[in-house]
């Protein structure tokens, strides 16, 4: 099975992307994964990827479908893979169909946007363990004081309201489109994401079912 997720940041694709992973015994891709392992490595692509990096700029879609590329050549990737981050716009879709990578469907998450801020907004993270807790989902012993070490919970900046609803937008324009690239190929598949995880599991093994 190869298989694209989309999915708005908050929307729960991450756990599920391990989930299918485990089930169906193959990998999966994320973008910024193989980039740092590029790095690590040393790879021609990711040699490319380190010079922009290096300036603090973005790596342009050229060097990551090249990052890409090497990836899915790998032996583990032969049986199948998941795509989690990517393609993130039409043009790196079209590239990826170019590298004739044949996907067999396009699996979208989705969550509304103010359930999405309620979620990530309420999470708090330990500043000195790292153990994460939500405001209403799963509540610390003792507000605001982590079970496990006493440290102080806080909320990241990532999950500021502003900050969500900015990379909210940014999904909207450049990856929500991708929805309709692939409905196009008769390809996309959608699940709504429920509030239990399991719930939305059964929803997307059994959407998988019916490729």
């Given at each position: 099975?190869?298989?694209?997720?989309?999915?708005?940041?908050?929307?729960?694709?991450?756990?599920?992307?391990?989930?299918?992973?485990?089930?169906?015994?193959?990998?999966?891709?994320?973008?910024?994964?193989?980039?740092?392992?590029?790095?690590?490595?040393?790879?021609?692509?990711?040699?490319?990827?380190?010079?922009?990096?290096?300036?603090?700029?973005?790596?342009?879609?050229?060097?990551?479908?090249?990052?890409?590329?090497?990836?899915?050549?790998?032996?583990?990737?032969?049986?199948?893979?998941?795509?989690?981050?990517?393609?993130?716009?039409?043009?790196?879709?079209?590239?990826?169909?170019?590298?004739?990578?044949?996907?067999?469907?396009?699996?979208?998450?989705?969550?509304?946007?103010?359930?999405?801020?309620?979620?990530?907004?309420?999470?708090?993270?330990c500043e000195k363990c790292g153990a994460s807790y939500h405001t209403e989902y799963k509540k610390p012993a003792v507000e605001g004081v982590c079970n496990t070490c006493g440290g102080k919970l806080v909320i990241r900046k990532?999950?500021?309201?502003?900050?969500?609803?900015?990379?909210?937008?940014?999904?909207?324009?450049?990856?929500?489109?991708?929805?309709?690239?692939?409905?196009?190929?008769?390809?996309?598949?959608?699940?709504?994401?429920?509030?239990?995880?399991?719930?939305?599991?059964?929803?997307?093994?059994?959407?998988?079912?019916?490729?």
């Amino acid at each position: 099975m190869k298989l694209i997720l989309l999915g708005a940041p908050g929307a729960g694709k991450g756990t599920q992307a391990e989930i299918i992973s485990e089930k169906f015994s193959i990998p999966t891709i994320s973008t910024g994964n193989i980039i740092r392992a590029a790095l690590k490595e040393g790879t021609e692509m990711g040699l490319k990827a380190k010079a922009y990096i290096d300036k603090g700029e973005l790596v342009p879609d050229e060097v990551v479908i090249g990052i890409i590329k090497e990836r899915l050549s790998e032996s583990d990737c032969q049986g199948g893979f998941i795509l989690d981050g990517f393609p993130r716009t039409i043009p790196q879709a079209k590239a990826l169909d170019t590298m004739g990578i044949a996907i067999d469907a396009a699996l979208s998450i989705e969550v509304m946007d103010s359930e999405i801020v309620k979620r990530m907004s309420g999470r708090r993270v330990c500043e000195k363990c790292g153990a994460s807790y939500h405001t209403e989902y799963k509540k610390p012993a003792v507000e605001g004081v982590c079970n496990t070490c006493g440290g102080k919970l806080v909320i990241r900046k990532d999950d500021e309201p502003e900050t969500v609803l900015n990379r909210l937008n940014v999904y909207h324009e450049q990856t929500e489109p991708l929805k309709d690239y692939y409905k196009a190929q008769e390809k996309l598949l959608i699940v709504e994401g429920q509030d239990d995880v399991a719930d939305t599991t059964a929803l997307v093994l059994k959407a998988l079912s019916e490729i």
